[in-house]
């Protein structure tokens, strides 16, 4: 069935380094991959999302990474703020299906 | 652009009263809305699609009789709990599809919190 894995599941780092959340796949015709930031007591923001038919999207510091082949994705995000700071989702979707299927998020706390 | 919007925020009720939640697109038309459900530090959780001018499409395990969903516009569409019970106290968030780029993009409300007395 449709399940998306999503690592780490907490992730800590020091202001100005990189962070790496990775989001695995089952379903081969999934083609829309959409990240969202959720603060605390908010509903998840759209931050980037990525399309089937290329591999890498970048938007400032953040950047998306697809490999449908293996079946993953990952999120990036260079020179981290502590406003970084909140729960990031993975999702993936299909084009014939408005559903999405979130991951189980990862907890990114950027120390200062 | 593309702000979907939610009301209310918070809401505190008695065990057997209903409730209805509503989600809206403020700068968009949506023919497509969807209702998450979250629980704290969890995933979100899809309870349902939206589509206006017709029936909405429940996920498996939720009760279509206790989770009255209408999307009467392609604006709004509300999400009523009838005859809450402490159990149904959640973060409860619709998102509302915007067609660009090939793909519907869905946008988040900002959630409502409903406790259950």
């Known amino acids: 069935g449709e399940n998306v894995e999503q690592h780490p599941s907490t992730l800590s780092v020091q202001e100005g380094d990189s962070a790496v959340i990775k989001c695995t796949y089952s379903?081969?015709?999934?083609?829309?991959f959409p990240w969202y930031k959720q603060e605390l007591g908010k509903g998840p923001q759209l931050i980037i999302d990525?399309?089937?038919?290329?591999g890498e999207k970048k938007d400032q510091r953040i950047a998306v990474t697809l490999n449908k082949t293996a079946k993953h994705f990952s999120l990036h995000i260079t020179e981290t703020q502590p406003e970084d700071s909140a729960v990031y989702f993975c999702?993936?979707?299909?084009?014939?299906?408005?559903?999405?299927?979130f991951g189980s998020g990862t907890r990114l706390l950027v120390r200062p | 652009g593309a702000v979907v919007s939610q009301h209310p925020s918070r809401v505190i009720c008695k065990s057997g009263t209903s409730v209805k939640i509503e989600c809206r697109s403020l700068?968009?038309?949506?023919?497509?809305m969807f209702w998450y459900r979250q629980f704290p530090k969890k995933s979100l959780m899809l309870m349902a699609t939206?589509?206006?001018?017709?029936?909405?499409?429940?996920e498996q395990g939720v009760e279509k009789d206790k989770f009255l969903i209408n999307h009467a516009s392609l604006t709004l569409s509300t999400l009523t709990v009838t005859s809450a019970h402490p159990e149904d106290s959640s973060f409860y968030i619709c998102?509302?599809?915007?067609?660009?780029?090939?793909?519907?993009?869905?946008?988040f409300g900002p959630g409502t919190r409903l406790t259950v007395l």
């Open positions: 939206s589509n206006e001018g017709s029936k909405a499409t429940y």
């Open positions: 379903d081969s015709a999934s083609n829309y």
């Open positions: 998102s509302a599809a915007l067609w660009e780029s090939g793909t519907d993009t869905q946008y």
């Open positions: 999702a993936e979707g299909e084009d014939s299906s408005y559903k999405l299927i």
């Open positions: 700068d968009f038309q949506a023919t497509t």
């Open positions: 990525i399309r089937s038919n290329v």
